[in-house]
């Protein structure tokens, strides 16, 4: 799954610890979604998606 991650957390200024915080997930965990090795649950999605003010479809594409 693509995704906008981590050009979102640079648009905020946000580092991957600061953004795992925010969700209550790892810093491994923000890592491993940016690089496309894991996939978020939907409620971490939807998490995700409510940070940044967003639908989860303008964060996460299917391949």
């Known amino acids: 799954m ?3 991650l981590k050009v979102l957390r640079a648009e905020c200024d946000l580092t ?3 953004l795992a915080l925010a969700l209550d997930v790892s ?3 923000i890592n491993a979604i940016e690089k496309g090795k894991y996939d978020p649950s939907l409620p971490l999605a939807f ?3 409510r940070l ?3 639908t989860i479809e303008d ?3 299917e391949e």
Do not use: H, M, P, S
């Open 2 to 4: 693509k995704n906008r």
């Open 59 to 61: 964060i996460f594409q």
């Open 27 to 29: 810093r491994q965990t």
């Open 52 to 54: 940044f003010e967003l």
């Open 16 to 18: 991957q610890a600061d």
């Open 47 to 49: 998490k995700v998606a």
